[in-house]
C-alpha cells in the first residue's frame, strides 16, 4: 500500500493531500432528506397546496428547515465525494475541491460549472456511461430552480410554488438526484484508500 503513498507529479510537493472517505454515510443522509422533501411535496399538492395543512402558520419554519438540511447535506456528499474523485483521479480535474462547493453560488457560473464538476467526480470512478442521467437531473434542476424563478417573476408576477406542476417538476428532481448521488456514490469503492498526492 505504501507504494500509492509517494508524490504524483511536479505540483505533488506543494500540493494538499486528500485522503479516500467512504461517502456512503452522506450520501444516505441526504438522500433520506431529499426523499422526505419529496414526500412534504407529493403532501402538500395532495391537501391542497397553499392551503395545505403542512404550510400551517405554526408549521411554516418546517418546510424552510428540511430545504436547508436538504442543501447543507447535499454540499456535504458533494464535498465528499469530490475529494474522493482526487484520490481516484489525481491531476485530471479542472476545479479544486473548494470551489467545487464555491460554485453552486457564483452568479450565472452556478448554472452550468456544477454539472461540469459532476461529471468530472462521475469519471473518475469509472467510464460515464450514466453521463445521461446527470445530465437530465441538471436540466430538471433548472427547470425547478432559475428558470422557475424567472418564470415567476416575469411572466406570472407572484411567487406560487405551490401547485401542481411545480410541486411535480420539484419530485421529479428529487427522484433524479436520488439516482445522482446512488450512481456516483457506487462508482467510488469503499475505502480507506492510502493517501495520495494532488498534482
Known sequence: MDAYDIPVGPAAARGPRYRFRDPAGPALVVQSLIATQALADVYIVA????????LAEELVPLPAVLQVACWISFLVWFHRVRCN????????HAYSPPFAL???IIPLAMWWLPRRITLDIRRAGGPPRDAWLINAWWIVWLCDGPLTV?????VLDHFDYYNPVDQSISVLCAVLALAVIRRVTAG???GPLPYFNMT
Do not use: I, N, R
Request: no cysteine; glycine share 14%.
Open 47 to 54: 391537501t391542497g397546496g397553499e392551503d395545505s395543512p403542512w
Open 150 to 154: 424567472a418564470f415567476h417573476f416575469l
Open 188 to 190: 467510488q469503492p469503499a
Open 85 to 92: 474523485a482526487e484520490v481516484l483521479a489525481p491531476g485530471s
Open 102 to 104: 464555491g460554485a453552486w
